[in-house]
């Protein structure tokens, strides 16, 4: 990719899109395009890191490994999000391995070295990065309240209430932004667990359960579902 593709990528992010032109260069200068394949690890769990990551195109699944082999999804992510920012401003480390779920997926990497050499040097970057990321801990503090949720139903009634949808409000229509598996993994719960739900839900005349879609047939009792799970 071109230095004015990466510049252009860069500038789109919530770290970057108010940095001046000078400062943009010198990232992008230090910045590189790898494409993935779906299934294609980015990088393992406990790898030294060598810089974090920007989504131009295609998409990334962040999960960490249990002992008994399960996987605990932490995140999955779209374009234009960034991740393992953390990694290289405090752990040196990445607590959570990557993997691309799209074919092709397109990270811009932000070389680490270079980032934290310009990072001590100028304030902006600094105070940009401090800004961002505090938005990216609101976040994840709310993530942490949706998993602390008891229910199943609870955590997807949730899920569906936060993403877009379309139609009149007794017939709202929720397109899965992920295939099932991994939303399942995504609500922490099995997939098994997501189509009981469902089928359950459909069953009592809530919703209308399609293969990529779910129709909310009564919007008001969706907040209240989990007492039906």
Known sequence: MSEPAILETLSSLPHFRLLARDLLERISADSRLRIFRAGEIVFHEGEACRGFFAIKSGAVKLYRSTPDGRELVVHNLAQGHTFAEAALLNMGRYPASAVATESPTDLVEIG?????????????????????????????????????????GSRLARHLLRQPASGPSDRLR????????????????????????????????????????????????LPYISVLT
Not at 113 to 124: H, K, N
Not at 127 to 137: K, N, P, W
């Open 174 to 221: 929720v397109d899965f932004q992920l295939p099932k598996k991994e939303l399942a993994a995504h609500l922490s719960m099995t997939p098994e667990t997501l189509s009981r739900l469902l089928r359950r839900w459909q069953d009592r005349g809530l919703i209308h359960s399609e293969r990529t879609s779910v129709t909310v047939l009564d919007e008001a009792k």
């Open 112 to 152: 680490g070295e270079a980032f934290l050499r310009l990072f001590r040097e100028d304030a902006r970057l600094a105070t940009a990065m401090v800004g961002s990321l505090c938005m990216r801990m609101l976040a994840l503090v709310e993530r942490v309240e949706e998993l602390s949720l008891v229910h199943a």
